[in-house]
């Protein structure tokens, strides 16, 4: 450890306690990860639990030259919340109080480590809850969900965390403290709120959050359409949403997946069907219960075998956890799981899966489907058993043509997870040098040391190179880190 390190890490300790900084490698070692494939080693990982204490963590760091990583629940799965250049990673899950719950304007205001679904099931018994629902939401801070501009299965009705943002209030990488918007809709001058929505903890860290509060809807229904083929459930989708209808949600899982749910969670989904479609419709019972006939008759015309409807809350509610855990249940069939995503026009999804398949031959390996089918946004999952020599390779290549074959039908490389540390080399597919160029000076102002979060998002350093690389990196830049045309 650098002596910086090490009067940093003294000085942590004294004002935070011991239990608040983690210095020895076994301690470390646990947050060399998040949910992605990548892995690095934090230098020190600290937990500072009020806004005074953040302050001092990011003011230290400041003084020492070190770097700076925040961290939420670190369930991430494209590298964000790892310390790709080691320093220091800033664990806010302990920041985890609901400071305001005002249900006569809908909004709370919340520490980014409190729990998406904490938030929600605080607001219940109001009759209200927080819409943004990643699969992940038992365990993701709200704090993640904002830096990563998170989605999930009701995404098409509601849009994702950025729609749901009204404020934040956030420390610049030297200490001193911005505030963006408020609780109101709208604020005067550029939305610097939307902004840090979705800039993946490279701008600023993030200590508290105004959030709108959405009313539970009075009706909702789910239905399950079976099918044979794969391309039937996708013309599916496109009829529905052509026909004028927003489901709440409308999912879409392939025959190797919904198997892999089936033995893990019994949902009921068939298993003998090629692909499923979980549809819900949501809204005032009026509206709800024509929109579901008007469903259910399109799926049939696409070529659905059958579209069942869940008879009760229960049944629901069994769908819906097959849905959620569908990572898990995948989980148990390799050592290994590689999770993606992608964005495509809805109009080609078939087309897309039937190129992702060939992909996958080509390459040796297993992959299955889950997506949110409504939004266009593909999450092929690839199994592999990283322990074999070159099966890790096998599986980033294959990802990334996928990755390419979306951007190439007009997509995009990422709908939720964000860039991180695992596609900032793939930038260069969806934007121009110039727009990456704005970028980097978007950040330069915020981090203009390029301390906070180095190494994601943006495929390069151009700013910052030397002062980086005179800070002696775990991995100083080389001629390869420059942006480059990504060999997919
Ligand atoms: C099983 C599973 C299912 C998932 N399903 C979904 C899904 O449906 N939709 C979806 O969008 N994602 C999904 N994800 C991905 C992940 O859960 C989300 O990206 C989530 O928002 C990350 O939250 P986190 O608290 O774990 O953040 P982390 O992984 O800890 O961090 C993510 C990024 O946010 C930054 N960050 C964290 N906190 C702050 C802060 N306070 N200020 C500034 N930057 C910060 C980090 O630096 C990092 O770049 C899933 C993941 C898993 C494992």
Sequence with gaps: MSAALQSASAELTARLGSAAVFNQPVQRMLYEYDGGVDTALPDLVVFPETREQLQFVVETAARYELLLVPRGAGTGLSGGAIARHGGILVALNRMRRILALDYANQRARVEPGVVNLELSNAAAPAGYYFAPDP???????????????????????????????????????????????????????????????????TLAIVAAITVKLTRRPEAARTLLAIYDSIDAAAISVSAITSAGLIPAALEMLDGFTLRAVEDYIHAGYPRDSAA????????????????????????????????????????????????????????RIAPSLYVMDGVIPRTRIAELLRAADEIARRYKIQLGNIFHAGDGNLHPLVFFDQRQPGELDRAVAASREIIAACAAVGGSISGEHGIGMEKDQLMPLIFSEDDLDFMHRIRAAFNPQGRLNPGKLLPEFRACRETMNSWQLNAPFSSSDSVVSPNV
């Design 135 to 201: 699969s992940s939401q038992q365990a993701c801070t709200i704090g993640g969900n904002v830096a990563e501009n998170s989605g999930g299965p009701h995404t098409l009705a509601y849009g994702v965390t950025v729609n749901h943002v009204t404020g934040l209030e956030a420390i610049l990488p030297d200490g001193r403290w911005i505030s963006a918007g408020g609780a109101a809709l709208d604020t005067a001058g550029p939305d610097i709120a939307g902004l840090l929505t979705g800039s993946e903890g």
């Design 276 to 331: 499923v479609l979980l549809i819900e419709l949501e809204g005032l019972e009026e509206e709800v219960e024509p929109g579901m006939h008007a469903v259910r008759r399109l799926c049939l015309q696409a070529g659905a075998r059958e579209v069942q409807l869940a008879r009760d809350a229960e049944q629901r509610q069994r769908l819906w956890k097959g849905r959620k855990h569908a990572f898990g249940a995948a989980g």
